[in-house]
């Protein structure tokens, strides 16, 4: 019961899942990646096998072939919804005749917008048109998600989020192939939360480029008075950036955790 984008980004070379849902934790169930291989998310009622079984299919097979081979020999694919893209970066979706309305998908270009038990039709073709745009692939994820929840989303509400993403050329950890793994288990506001813990994420993972801090000090001002410290030393420890200080400047994704709002 949720929505969800599967998506391949052939400049980067990561694959990635983005999905949220009225359900507690559900990035502990629907999504999964391996970097050169390709990405599924499983979801109405959830076959949990899809997804290592289906990584495993996807070493050798395309994802219309993987999602068929899963779908055929499951007695209860009718309730299934399952999508993926594979190496190539091929989609491919699948939505069972019972799953609960609105259920269905749009496959765009390297990627598929899926959902059940929606508000409407609105709510795909809004993380399509978001997907469709150029920009980073962990971003693109994010605008989708958040376009859903402007259509109405889950229709039942809001508990958890998630975005994981794969990649060839970067990881957070070394031997990993994880980009980003990200999640939100449970929270009145799951996608706004999802999106200051990955500004948090970028700031100290993937921090490349610094700035003046004099050239953004008044934006920086603001945010100190507003959220009541006495120097920016003091509010980027309270949120977690402090390292990325120095010699009068500042990491650009930390500027962006400074002087967000939602904290």
Same mark, same amino acid.
């Given at each position: 019961?949720?929505?969800?984008?599967?998506?391949?980004?052939?400049?980067?070379?990561?694959?990635?899942?983005?999905?949220? +849902?009225?359900?507690?934790?559900?990035?502990?169930?629907?999504?999964?990646?391996?970097?050169?291989?390709?990405?599924?998310?499983?979801? &109405?009622?959830?076959?949990? &096998?899809?997804?290592?079984? /289906?990584?495993?299919?996807?070493?050798?097979?395309?994802?219309?072939?993987?999602?068929?081979?899963?779908?055929?020999?499951?007695? %209860?694919?009718?309730?299934?919804?399952?999508?993926?893209?594979? !190496? !190539?970066?091929?989609? #491919?979706?699948?939505? /069972? !005749?019972?799953?609960?309305?609105?259920?269905?998908?749009?496959?765009?270009?390297?990627?598929?917008?899926? /959902?059940?038990?929606?508000? /409407?039709? +609105?709510?795909?073709?809004?993380?399509?048109?978001? @997907?469709?745009? =150029?920009?980073?692939?962990?971003?693109?994820?994010?605008?989708? @998600?958040?376009?859903?929840?402007?259509?109405?989303? %889950?229709?039942?509400?809001?508990? +958890?989020?998630?975005?994981?993403?794969? &990649?060839?050329?970067?990881? #957070?950890?070394?031997?990993? %192939?994880?980009?980003?793994?990200?999640?939100?288990?449970?929270?009145?506001?799951?996608?706004?939360?999802?999106?200051?813990?990955?500004?948090?994420?970028?700031?100290? #993972?993937?921090?490349?480029?610094?700035?003046?801090?004099?050239?953004?000090?008044? =934006?920086?001002?603001?945010?100190?008075?507003?959220?009541?410290?006495? +120097?920016?030393?003091?509010?980027? =420890?309270?949120?977690?950036?402090?390292?990325?200080?120095?010699?009068?400047?500042?990491?650009?994704?930390?500027?962006?955790?400074?002087?967000?709002?939602?904290?």
């Amino acid at each position: 019961m949720t929505f969800s984008v599967v998506a391949f980004d052939p400049k980067d070379r990561k694959w990635g899942v983005g999905v949220a +849902s009225r359900f507690l934790s559900v990035g502990s169930v629907v999504p999964w990646a391996r970097a050169g291989i390709g990405c599924i998310a499983t979801q &109405s009622y959830a076959n949990y &096998s899809y997804g290592p079984e /289906g990584l495993e299919l996807l070493k050798q097979y395309s994802s219309k072939d993987t999602i068929e081979a899963l779908t055929s020999k499951d007695s %209860d694919a009718a309730r299934r919804q399952v999508a993926a893209v594979d !190496s !190539s970066g091929t989609p #491919f979706a699948y939505t /069972g !005749s019972k799953c609960m309305d609105y259920a269905g998908h749009i496959v765009g270009k390297n990627f598929s917008v899926q /959902g059940n038990i929606l508000a /409407g039709p +609105s709510v795909l073709e809004g993380m399509y048109e978001e @997907m469709a745009k =150029e920009g980073k692939l962990e971003q693109r994820i994010l605008s989708a @998600m958040y376009s859903a929840e402007k259509q109405g989303g %889950d229709r039942r509400g809001r508990q +958890s989020a998630c975005i994981f993403i794969v &990649s060839e050329n970067e990881h #957070f950890e070394e031997g990993s %192939d994880v980009y980003m793994d990200i999640r939100v288990e449970d929270a009145k506001e799951p996608i706004p939360e999802l999106n200051r813990i990955m500004e948090v994420w970028m700031a100290t #993972f993937f921090e490349r480029e610094f700035v003046n801090i004099s050239d953004h000090q008044k =934006e920086i001002d603001d945010a100190i008075k507003l959220a009541g410290f006495e +120097s920016l030393e003091k509010l980027a =420890e309270s949120r977690r950036v402090e390292f990325n200080i120095n010699d009068g400047k500042i990491g650009k994704y930390s500027l962006k955790v400074i002087t967000s709002d939602l904290w």
